[in-house]
């Protein structure tokens, strides 16, 4: 593949470069698992929206500049570099706006994806349950006809929604067909969580504050246009947005470049080498998933799908992000209690082999999917 820039998407980073120089909040914003973090961040996204900067690969009509894959890369590494606020609009922009546009109908994408762009709407995901986890098959949520023949009722129970504390929406997966097991008759529902009979219970983390909730339906109304790619297509419409989830769009190259510069920075001042060579290795590892994100993109752009090739990503994207921390806190040494980003992004590091469905079990898809191997 060519990564020579064409002028245009050197003129395009200049810009973004320039725009974030001049509007990255001096001061980091409060964390936006608190309430007012919640709002300050979706204040940011809405600055970003003001200026198409932030959906920039969607088409224009949507808030978007409609510039493809390898600008909204070379946008991340920009963002990244500037140190500018975490996406507290991630759930829907990254996730639910690519399985929108690929499922959706022309209706619901004129509906959600503008106000999605400005954050006017912000989305939680509501995919795992008590007893369905990774295994997401195994849900026990249901939908049924509503009697009036023209929407459905949702009763049951997720766990761990990203967001949902303070979101406006969520996504997720419910059985509609209730004779069927596993993959089969999953139906993927959109509704507000405002709705009558949702009651969103906010879950305390170590630190104390939000960032998880879970979410109990019951007998919540939600019209036919709240389904997302038909009846019954559940689990094909959640694989798109899964795909996106462990593979290109939540987890860009620039996070991690911009981790690995500040390590190299870190290392630069340690007498111990052995430290100094695992900071330029992470650093070469980071490279090393740039430059394959922009060969997906490039696939991508011929119309190729990533598919089981997003958990060999997830897989490789988690383990370096937790790998480069933890070598950050061996650096700091004593230091390291008093080093707040460093430590924070240590503790979330920790989640990355669980969330977006654990490393074992992406490790299971790749070696049945990728590799061929026997179950």
């Not at 808030?63 to 500037?82: Q, S």
């Not at 990254?94 to 690929?102: H, V, W």
């Not at 009651?199 to 019209?223: C, K, M, S, Y």
């Not at 989830?245 to 939540?250: A, D, I, V």
Request: proline share 6%; aromatic share 10%.
């Amino acid at each position: 593949m060519d990564l020579t820039f064409t002028p245009r998407q050197r003129a395009f980073r200049a810009e973004v470069r320039e725009w974030l120089a001049a509007h990255v909040p001096a001061d980091p914003l409060p964390s936006m698992d608190t309430a007012e973090g919640f709002e300050r961040h979706r204040a940011w996204e809405r600055t970003l929206a003001e200026a198409r900067l932030s959906a920039v690969s969607w088409p224009e009509e949507y808030g978007g500049r409609g510039a493809g894959l390898v600008e909204w890369l070379i946008f991340e590494e920009e963002y990244w570099a500037a140190g500018a606020p975490g996406r507290v609009s991630q759930n829907g922009i990254f996730l639910l706006a690519p399985t929108l546009m690929a499922y959706g109908t022309d209706e619901q994408k004129r509906r959600h994806l503008p106000r999605m762009a400005r954050a006017d709407d912000i989305w939680a995901q509501a995919w795992s349950e008590p007893e369905a986890g990774s295994d997401l098959a195994a849900l026990r949520a249901t939908a049924t006809r509503d009697p009036g023949g023209d929407g459905w009722r949702l009763n049951g129970q997720k766990t761990w929604s990203s967001r949902a504390a303070f979101a406006d929406w969520c996504f997720g997966l419910f059985r509609t067909d209730p004779g069927s097991e596993r993959h089969r008759g999953l139906t993927y529902f959109m509704l507000p969580l405002d709705s009558e009979g949702v009651t969103v219970r906010p879950i305390a983390q170590l630190d104390g504050e939000h960032g998880f909730a879970e979410i109990f339906f019951d007998d919540v109304r939600v019209p036919d246009d709240g389904v997302l790619g038909g009846v019954g297509e559940g689990w094909r419409v959640a694989m798109a947005t899964t795909s996106s989830e462990r593979g290109l769009t939540l987890r860009s190259p620039g996070r991690f470049m911009a981790t690995a510069d500040r390590l190299l920075e870190l290392a630069s001042g340690s007498d111990d080498p052995a430290l100094r060579d695992a900071a330029a290795q992470a650093w070469c590892d980071s490279d090393a998933y740039r430059l394959h994100t922009f060969h997906a993109a490039a696939r991508i752009a011929e119309g190729a799908e990533l598919g089981a090739d997003s958990s060999l990503m997830k897989v490789f994207w988690s383990e370096l992000d937790l790998r480069m921390h933890e070598l950050a806190l061996d650096l700091l040494g004593p230091r390291a209690p008093l080093a707040g980003p460093w430590l924070d992004g240590f503790l979330f590091a920790l989640a990355g082999p669980i969330y977006a469905g654990t490393n074992e079990i992406q490790r299971n898809i790749i070696a049945e999917r990728v590799l061929g191997l026997p179950r």
